[in-house]
T-cell receptor
């Protein structure tokens, strides 16, 4: 099985940078995914790390260190629309093995 | 446009009644999933199906049932045996190791 820990809430200022950490305990770990969910909406895929290192997609970057069982999502140039919950998810082979963390609620303030 | 449709968006039922939540996808994905989300919680897997006519229990399957008679459809029945059915239910589909695509969810309230 897998368990993931991430902070429950983070507040940051518009235009700033914020990092959301995720630590995991797993068996059969294949990679770490990040999903964004606005209140009442559908989670949407942001990023995936199958290998150690940094993956960059526009204002969002994600990092993975397998040796530390740790990853993070980095959001730059924060915008008000980035206020949402962010979930890390650890995957085994095949999507059905995705286990989600409890989510981090990000509030972006002016 | 391809996507996943869940209906209805809001559903109200009396305790003791079974209720079925609909999930349809036109992404031609083999795998479909049902997750439950409670306030302040992550997504917990109820059931998943990798191919038609086959499905597997997830972490919290008790009190739920599913069917997968067609590739496009994966309905979830919340039975009266589910002790705390009030929750936000999310359906998803995926193909291999590709990211999951989620529907917009059904918010079920049982009183």
């Amino acid at each position: 099985g897998q368990s993931l820990e991430q902070p429950s809430e983070v507040t940051a200022v518009e235009g700033a940078i914020v990092q959301i950490n995720c630590t995991y305990q797993t068996s059969g770990f294949y990679g770490l995914s990040w999903y964004q969910q606005h209140d009442g909406g559908a989670p949407t895929f942001l990023s995936y790390n199958g290998l150690d290192g940094l993956e960059e997609t526009g204002r969002f970057s994600s990092f993975l260190s397998r040796s530390d069982s740790y990853g993070y999502l980095l959001l730059q140039e924060l915008q008000m629309k980035d206020s949402a919950s962010y979930f890390c998810a650890a995957g085994g082979a095949g999507s059905y093995q995705l286990t989600f963390g409890k989510g981090t609620k990000l509030s972006v303030i002016p | 446009d391809g996507g996943i449709t869940q209906s209805p968006k809001y559903l109200f039922r009396k305790e003791g009644q079974n209720v079925t939540l609909s999930c349809e996808q036109n992404l031609n994905h083999d795998a479909m999933y049902w997750y439950r989300q409670d306030p302040g919680q992550g997504l917990r897997l109820i059931y998943y199906s990798q191919i038609v006519n086959d499905f597997q229990k997830g972490d919290i399957a008790e009190g739920y049932s599913v069917s997968r008679e067609k590739k496009e459809s994966f309905p979830l029945t919340v039975t009266s045996a589910q002790k705390n059915p009030t929750a936000f239910y999310l359906c998803a589909s995926g193909q291999g190791n590709s990211p999951l695509h989620f529907g917009n969810g059904t918010r079920l309230t049982v009183t």
